[in-house]
């Protein structure tokens, strides 16, 4: 009992020390010049969200943005009839169980991105990586469209389109599929209460116990790093994950960690979708995390050595709290889907 309540006050002022640090920054870089006049955006930062940077020569407006939304539904921009909603959908939090592609969200607030965090920066930097190297977009189907120029020399005022532009504005775009109204939001904004069930998963997630927050960190629920969770003992190919971008043998079998934001809608689970269900992951942080030399040091502490050894009703109320994430709001936002 005594060390559930010391959980409790942990959790809390884990939230506590969370709030006041989502302050916008904006970098030193000048802005570009826009005399053309584009209505500003504001995107909204819980209180909990760490600081939101947005680079100042890709500052967010009403018609950048826009223009992001219809790229990301538009195949134009790839060579095989495929666009970016195929693969990340809304009603999965913009992910899709096929491929067990990434989700979109929040990713405005996170700076390491792909499974092995192959591209390290900005979104800006990402989308680059995206259009240049994924899609190898075709600028002249743009240039030559009946929409698409006007559009963009509105947003950034000067032509021909560039890839660069495009992956600008998917950025800003990305930007702003942000969850933030999940139940679990609406609970430490005080609007609603957890159910028992819930808030035991609560606690026991951010207790030395479960120890599910110091890398599935409240707020974004990741820790913006790369782990080893022990899914493998031994590691080939593309399950050498950060490895292969690193050559660095402590690298062995980390990858980013996900956000367990909206976790409910992303299965299949892990980088190769090994796991149906969110049963499955308890099970496997509760009895099933193999040793290997790069094994995140939490798995080796008193409480982890042998399993966690949950009971039933624990790894159900785990389960109960990660659907608290689920955001309906997020999923059905109409300002996110299909223009
Ligand atoms: C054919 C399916 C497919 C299409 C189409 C697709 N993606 Fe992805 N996307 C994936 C998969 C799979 C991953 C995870 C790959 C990995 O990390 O190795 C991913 C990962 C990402 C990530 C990383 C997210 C993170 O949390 O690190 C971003 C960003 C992204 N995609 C953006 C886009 C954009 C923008 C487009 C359109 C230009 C696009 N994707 C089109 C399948 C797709
Ligand atoms: C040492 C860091 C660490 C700890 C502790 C940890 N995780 Fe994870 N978690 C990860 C990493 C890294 C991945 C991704 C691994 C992969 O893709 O192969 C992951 C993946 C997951 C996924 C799959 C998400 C997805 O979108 O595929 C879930 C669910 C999950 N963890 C829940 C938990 C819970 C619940 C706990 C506590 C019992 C926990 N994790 C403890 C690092 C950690």
Same mark, same amino acid.
């Given at each position: 009992?005594?060390?559930?309540?010391?959980?409790?006050? *942990?959790?809390?002022?884990?939230?506590?020390?969370?709030?006041?640090?989502?302050?916008?920054?904006?970098?030193?870089?000048?802005?570009?010049?826009?005399?053309?006049?584009?209505?500003?955006?504001?995107?909204?930062?819980?209180?909990? *969200?760490?600081?939101?940077?947005?680079?100042?020569?890709?500052?967010?407006?009403?018609?950048?943005?826009?223009?992001?939304?219809?790229?990301?539904? !538009?195949?134009?921009?790839?060579?095989?009839?495929?666009?970016?909603?195929?693969?990340?959908?809304?009603?999965?939090?913009?992910? &899709?169980?096929?491929?067990?592609?990434?989700?979109?969200?929040?990713?405005?607030?996170?700076?390491?991105? +792909?499974?092995?965090?192959?591209?390290?920066?900005?979104?800006?930097?990402?989308?680059? %990586?995206?259009?240049?190297?994924?899609?190898?977009?075709?600028?002249?189907?743009?240039?030559?469209?009946?929409?698409?120029?006007?559009? *963009?020399?509105?947003?950034?005022?000067?032509?021909? /389109?560039?890839?660069?532009?495009?992956?600008?504005?998917?950025?800003?775009?990305?930007?702003?599929?942000?969850?933030?109204?999940?139940? #679990?939001?609406?609970?430490?904004?005080?609007?609603?209460?957890?159910?028992?069930?819930?808030?035991?998963? #609560?606690?026991?997630? @951010?207790?030395?116990?479960? !120890?599910? %927050?110091?890398?599935?960190?409240?707020?974004?629920?990741? !820790?913006?790093?790369?782990?080893?969770?022990?899914?493998?003992? =031994? #590691?080939?190919?593309?399950?050498?994950?950060?490895?292969?971008?690193?050559? @660095?043998?402590?690298?062995?079998?980390?990858?980013?960690?996900?956000?367990?934001? &909206?976790?409910?809608?992303?299965?299949?689970?892990?980088?190769?979708?090994?796991? =149906?269900?969110?049963?499955?992951? /308890?099970?496997?942080? @509760?009895?099933?995390?193999?040793?290997?030399?790069?094994? !995140?040091?939490? #798995?080796?502490?008193?409480?982890? +050595? %042998?399993?966690?050894?949950?009971?039933?009703?624990?790894?159900?109320?785990?389960?109960? *709290?990660?659907?608290?994430?689920?955001?309906?709001?997020?999923?059905?936002?109409?300002?996110?889907?299909?223009?």
């Amino acid at each position: 009992m005594k060390s559930l309540k010391y959980s409790i006050i *942990f959790g809390f002022a884990l939230i506590i020390a969370l709030v006041a640090s989502c302050k916008k920054k904006e970098s030193d870089e000048t802005p570009a010049p826009s005399p053309e006049a584009l209505t500003p955006y504001n995107l909204y930062c819980p209180p909990y *969200f760490p600081q939101l940077v947005i680079p100042a020569d890709n500052q967010l407006s009403v018609e950048g943005v826009e223009l992001g939304r219809k790229l990301y539904y !538009d195949s134009i921009i790839s060579n095989d009839g495929r666009a970016c909603a195929n693969c990340h959908t809304q009603q999965y939090a913009f992910t &899709n169980p096929v491929p067990n592609s990434l989700a979109h969200m929040n990713l405005a607030w996170n700076n390491k991105f +792909l499974w092995n965090g192959l591209v390290e920066g900005k979104l800006e930097d990402i989308m680059a %990586f995206e259009v240049n190297v994924f899609f190898m977009t075709n600028t002249t189907k743009l240039n030559n469209s009946a929409t698409y120029p006007a559009l *963009f020399k509105k947003v950034f005022n000067s032509t021909p /389109i560039t890839t660069k532009q495009v992956a600008y504005a998917l950025a800003q775009f990305v930007r702003t599929q942000a969850s933030t109204n999940s139940k #679990f939001d609406k609970y430490l904004r005080y609007e609603t209460t957890l159910t028992s069930s819930e808030m035991n998963g #609560f606690v026991l997630y @951010n207790s030395e116990k479960g !120890d599910c %927050f110091h890398c599935h960190s409240l707020g974004l629920f990741n !820790d913006n790093a790369y782990h080893n969770n022990g899914i493998d003992s =031994a #590691f080939v190919g593309v399950n050498r994950g950060r490895y292969n971008v690193t050559g @660095n043998a402590n690298d062995m079998g980390k990858w980013k960690t996900p956000t367990l934001r &909206n976790v409910e809608l992303t299965a299949p689970y892990m980088h190769d979708g090994r796991f =149906a269900t969110l049963e499955d992951v /308890i099970e496997h942080y @509760n009895s099933g995390v193999k040793q290997s030399s790069t094994l !995140d040091p939490i #798995f080796s502490k008193p409480t982890h +050595l %042998f399993g966690l050894q949950l009971t039933t009703q624990q790894k159900a109320d785990l389960v109960a *709290f990660l659907k608290t994430l689920t955001d309906t709001t997020f999923i059905n936002n109409p300002a996110l889907s299909h223009p």
